[in-house]
Antibody, heavy 122, light 107 residues
Framework: QMQVVESGGGVVQPGRSLRLSCAAS????????MHWVRQAPGKGLEWVAV????????YYRDSVKGRFTISRDNSRNTLYLQMNSLRPEDTAVYYC???????????????WGQGTMVTVSS | DIQMTQSPSTLSASVGDRVTITCRAS??????LAWYQQKPGKAPKLLIK???SLASGVPSRFSGSGSGTEFTLTISSLQPDDSATYYC?????????FGQGTKVEIK
């Protein structure tokens, strides 16, 4: 069964850091681009970042550039999102998702986790 | 960034109705568009990729069309299980973007 499971969410003060993890199983993780997508409470989906299958290329939405870092460990089948200088507007459920096609990063997302909640509040 | 605009924001229709949702891109994205269905408290589910290609396991009453800047998602015969919010997403540019969503309600 192909799946991804997020962890690492929680409550954090503004300006602090948090690292999210996403454990993949049931597919060859190292062959697929991986994404983070977030959803603020009661709001729509917002794409955050993507890392290529080999970890060599990353792209971010403008509002997180310089603060968030997406990375992966293909030996551990795990995706990460390091979030620094957190702001209240970063409060959201964070989803990990897989690109449909092997080696594609510009792609639809076919496997999603259930999400992990990040709350930024003093 | 490419802006994605969906219409309508909400719609209410009866079981068996044909339903159409539109998504417009602020610049051409060729056919690099996906549609997702999301139910409350759940992760999104991929319905359509590359504008018109049905994802695995998705019922054939769902279909997608369009290219360039205008796209549509059609549900040919609305079912009770289709009550959800639907999102389009472009993946033509470095910064992928979603539409704001369309909430579909069953009368």
């Amino acid at each position: 069964q192909m799946q991804v499971v997020e962890s690492g969410g929680g409550v954090v003060q503004p300006g602090r850091s948090l690292r999210l993890s996403c454990a993949a199983s049931g597919f060859t993780f190292r062959r697929y681009g991986m994404h983070w997508v977030r959803q603020a409470p009661g709001k729509g989906l917002e794409w955050v970042a993507v890392v290529s299958y080999d970890g060599n290329k990353t792209y971010y939405r403008d509002s997180v550039k310089g603060r968030f870092t997406i990375s992966r460990d293909n030996s551990r089948n795990t995706l990460y999102l390091q979030m620094n200088s957190l702001r209240p507007e970063d409060t959201a459920v964070y989803y990990c998702a897989r690109s449909v096609h092997e080696e594609w990063s510009f792609d639809a997302l076919d496997i999603w986790g259930q999400g992990t909640m990040v709350t930024v509040s003093s | 960034d490419i802006q994605m605009t969906q219409s309508p924001s909400t719609l209410s229709a009866s079981v068996g109705d044909r339903v159409t949702i539109t998504c417009r891109a602020s610049q051409s994205i060729s056919g690099w568009l996906a549609w997702y269905q999301q139910k409350p408290g759940k992760a999104p589910k991929l319905l359509i990729k590359e504008a018109s290609s049905l994802a695995s396991g998705v019922p054939s009453r769902f279909s997608g069309s369009g290219s360039g800047t205008e796209f549509t998602l059609t549900i040919s015969s609305l079912q009770p299980d289709d009550s959800a919010t639907y999102y389009c997403q472009q993946y033509n540019s470095d910064s992928r973007t979603f539409g704001q969503g369309t909430k579909v309600e069953i009368k």
